[in-house]
């Protein structure tokens, strides 16, 4: 491996400047960067990744910053990864919740990096994942993955993550609107945050009855069910209870070994994808493509023999 | 051209059933479906397409069918694309709202098609597109694509369409909650449905806000902001009205034909990128990919080592 602008040995011993480095220089597929992964894959200590995601809106920043504490007090290194939605046409991220964060930033056992997320393609789920491997090499026992979006990035998340919590507020509404969001299935526990509001209860009763209509027996993770208040702290402690044993029933049955194993097929489908993607489309191909632009517009050439002057073309 | 399971005719010459058959076959990529579309490519009309998106329950299908009556009031034949979010974990589309769309389903002048979104890799966009062709190849002068979802599907929305409309309520935060899904930029025409609401006014004044904000000339197109009580009707005259506008200031200013060439441009792209893919991943492939997935999660292998093993094998 040539030479890096950072230390690998800091950032396996869990110097945060260096690991920021790191975490910069895969980013932006800095040159050597796969090299790079490939040392950092090989030293993972089994750190464990959480998920936490859901409308904008429901406190899911708090959350995050609240079970960092929390986990930090039990003597846990913890790793925040917070994706904030970037808007593809300007470029620019949105940040806000984020500020809220810096308190805890200077925590020596709490590091936070915040993302963009990049255009289509996984971009998102790439780096999420590449970037929490990075953590886990660093020595950080436990990954929040925070996404502040709707849509795409909860799936992406999902698929970085071991377990994925899914946070939403009393709001007569909020549940049909994650139903629909998809967001019910990719949830192994559920928070009711802001629970002093009214409905709380109501919001509890209706994901119960959306559970119960699915299919299962004892092997199944019934996904467990909070009612927090994360601003006064109320309940995160409930949560830490139920990750552990949504761990232990996953390892008891198997399961997190299966979900990793699909993580990682995924992971190797997108590096395949984007190497292929990237040696495709050089100079002389992207030339044939603009300047037929015109011509499609204009009727002269359909997109489909186009397609086959691409794929011919030596 | 081999035999179609349809009269590739009666397509062209508006028949409702010929045409869900034809797009059915599409959706399904069925054998002979990019000789289709190639066909269908040539015979395009100059249909106008019509994007209608923003957060659930700001009355989209309500929107979408007003506009859908008012635009055949007119004269003119209207089709409707409405893209269901899909749950990748079920496979299950959530419908609800398309049911009240039934009673216009029936005019002669108006075919409408819910379609499932179908994963990541720009499945959703790319069928868009291509159904939009069918109906305009068919003679449906105006093309509403109307998404439910959030997220990702809104960029695919406006990568399909001419004109694109952002629907929003009037309660406090869902400007706010645009902004941050990058609705903002997309939008053309602002509505704010549901304006006899307390705080429409207040709505429109934020996205006023935001608006001047933004460099502008005398060529930039200014989004319209209109309040629309949908259930009702009323405004919709108003949204045919900006959309006419916005159509007449891109003509003049050369930007319908450049939107048009970045939408081609992508659709190039995804062809081709799903064209390589497709050639790449044979059994082979597949069979490397599986059998070392073990280990993967054993440290035995790196994804980057087994990346080069599948690009390297012949």
Partial sequence: MGSLPFS?????????????????????????????????????????RIGITGPPGAGKSTITSKLAILYKDFGFRVGIIAVDPTSPFTGGALLGDRVRMSAIELDPNIFIRSMASRGSLGGL?????????????????????????????????????????????????????????????????????????????????????????????????????????????????????????????????????????????ERIEELVNQNLLNNFWDEKKKNILNSNLENLIENKITPYELLNRLVNEK
Avoid: C
């Fill in 8 to 48: 690998i040995n800091e950032v396996l011993s869990g110097e945060k400047r260096s690991i920021a480095k790191a975490i910069t220089f895969v980013e932006n597929e800095e040159k050597g960067y796969l090299e790079f992964l490939n040392e950092i894959y090989k030293k993972r200590k089994n750190g464990y």
């Fill in 125 to 265: 789920s790439k780096s999420t994942r590449e970037v929490s491997d990075v953590l886990d090499a660093a020595g950080f026992e436990i990954i929040l993955l925070e996404t502040v979006g709707v849509g795409q990035s909860e799936l992406d998340i999902v698929r970085a993550a071991d377990t994925t919590i899914v946070t939403l507020v009393p709001e007569s509404g909020d549940v049909i609107q994650a139903m629909k969001a998809g967001l019910m299935e990719i949830a192994d526990i559920f928070l009711i945050n802001k629970s002093d509001r009214p409905g709380s209860e109501q919001a509890v009763m209706s994901i119960q009855t959306i559970l119960g209509l699915r299919d299962h027996d004892e092997t199944t993770w019934i996904p467990k069910i909070i009612k927090t208040i994360a601003t006064d702290g109320k309940g995160v402690e409930n949560i830490i209870s139920a990750v552990s044993e949504h761990k232990n029933k996953m390892e008891k049955e198997g399961s997190l070994q299966k979900r990793r194993i699909d993580r990682e097929k």
